[in-house]
């Protein structure tokens, strides 16, 4: 029974921490708290960081089976409306002429328009030069399993997914000692971690990590590249009543 009312404890704090927390403070683009893929019906939206702040968006449309509209912008994200504004969109058509070829167009360079995320995993767009998108909500799709000790998972603002099995597996032992190691808190080497909380699909993995600290109790968040280097984040201290 203590079990489960610490999970869901966790589960609560993991919710809360995930939705207040972007790591631009910390170095990382904010944009990565918003990348993967959203969709809705025909049209597909790709999110994916670029920079310090910036973020790169594919966008395809598909009007009929032997149509598809693709448009590639880029832009600054702004963390207090959540908005990325572009003034650099290219449009291409792209027809099917059967199944092995295909002819591309472009229909225009230097497009405006925004696109601005919602904390609930939705994506609006405003293409101020066709509209093509006015009214539409694109919901994020994304769905990945970890080798992490992820199976099934919940999704969170950001793409956070809470992992579904807390155990702390020998990887992810092993994943905590790296960053540890690599830490400049001398202090932070002490944690002892206790429980697998989840994971965020960046450009690598981000991962959050319970630990018993010298203080008390802690979330520890480590960046996972794609050559698996880890390093730590940041240390958010908590005060837990169990």
Request: net charge negative.
């Amino acid at each position: 029974m203590k079990r489960i009312v610490l999970a869901a404890v966790l589960s609560c704090i993991l919710a809360l921490t995930f939705t207040m927390t972007a790591f631009a403070d910390d170095g990382q683009n904010p944009v990565m708290n918003f990348i993967g893929r959203y969709g809705e019906n025909r049209a597909t939206i790709d999110v994916s960081a670029e920079g310090d702040a910036d973020a790169k968006i594919h966008v395809t449309w598909g009007s009929s089976a032997w149509q598809t509209a693709e448009w590639d912008m880029s832009g600054t994200f702004d963390e207090k409306t959540l908005t990325v504004t572009y003034d650099n969109c290219v449009k291409k058509v792209i027809t099917f002429e059967d199944e092995t070829s295909a002819t591309e167009e472009v229909a225009y360079e230097n497009g405006k328009g925004s696109f601005t995320f919602s904390e609930d995993g939705t994506l609006t767009w405003d293409d101020q030069e066709e509209h093509i998108a006015d009214g539409t909500v694109f919901t994020y799709t994304n769905y990945t399993e970890s080798e992490n000790s992820v199976t099934k998972s919940e999704k969170l603002i950001g793409g956070w997914e809470i992992a579904e099995d807390q155990t702390i597996t020998d990887e992810i032992r092993d994943l905590f000692q790296k960053g540890m190691e690599m830490s400049q808190d001398e202090t932070a080497k002490a944690y002892m971690p206790v429980s697998y909380l989840g994971h965020q699909l960046v450009a690598g993995l981000n991962h959050a990590i319970l630990c018993k600290s010298p203080e008390g109790w802690a979330i520890v968040y480590l960046y996972q590249d794609l050559n698996d280097n880890v390093s730590v984040i940041k240390i958010d201290q908590l005060t837990l009543g169990i």
